[in-house]
């Protein structure tokens, strides 16, 4: 079955620093997505990106958050500087269509450890 | 954000008995209904989801009710077995009051532990 990979697993980074995260969507699916979850909190969408352009954000996806798809396979989640609070597992997530009938397939996700 | 609310954290239920999980939500905008299961150190994992305009959509041992006049649904699993075991989400899709076709809200997830 067709899957969302995702990576590092788990990526650690001193404070300040610029963090990748990098996914490859499944490749017949047109829209793409990134979500985090907090440990003990909620999935929270991040962004949606279609056509070579964001599509909607969310107000956590300020600045600081930047997303690229640098060809035809891979679609990337950049940090600029990273801070405690981004410590998070990162979800990048893809779909065939806007109908959300079929559902949006996950990766495993980047664990992402700011110290 | 609490537009996707899954107010049960927990539910334990024996080896071939039906596990129901409830959510509720509050914004009426929302156009999808979708519920995942997630193990430990993966990512969410989709079972099946539900139109706003539908009040119910099986596949195999899973069902999806859609209440819209209490904005609640609920998954029916049955018969359960052991390895549904997973953190089960509920999420809504849109809800911008335009097109939305980004975003899903997720609840809190619930525990789901099937025993033998």
């Known amino acids: 079955e067709p899957e969302v990979t995702q990576t590092p697993s788990h990526q650690v980074t001193q404070m300040g620093q610029e963090v990748i995260l990098r996914c490859v969507p499944i490749s017949n699916h047109l829209y793409f997505y990134w979500y985090r979850q907090i440990l003990g909190q909620k999935v929270e969408f991040l962004v949606s990106?279609?056509?070579?352009?964001?599509?909607?954000k969310s107000e956590i996806f300020d600045d600081q958050f930047s997303v690229e798809r640098p060809d035809g396979s891979n679609f990337t989640l950049k940090i600029r500087s990273t801070k405690l609070e981004d410590s998070a597992m990162y979800f990048c997530a893809s779909s065939e269509a806007v109908t959300a009938l079929l559902g949006y397939t996950f990766g495993s996700g980047t664990r992402l450890t700011v110290v | 954000d609490q537009q996707v609310k899954q107010n049960s954290p927990s539910l334990s239920v024996q080896e071939g008995r039906i596990s129901i999980l409830n959510c509720d939500y509050t914004n009426s905008m929302f156009d999808y209904f979708l519920w995942y299961k997630k193990y430990p150190a993966e990512g969410p994992t989709f079972l099946i989801s539900i139109s706003s305009i539908k009040d119910k959509n099986e596949d195999g041992r899973f069902t999806v009710f859609l209440n819209k006049s209490a904005k609640h649904l609920s998954l029916h699993i049955v018969p359960s077995q052991p390895g549904d075991s997973a953190v089960y989400f509920c999420a809504a899709r849109g809800g911008a009051g335009g097109t939305s076709y980004g975003k899903l809200t997720f609840g809190q997830g619930t525990i789901l532990t099937v025993h033998p």
């Open positions: 990106f279609y056509n070579n352009e964001i599509s909607e």
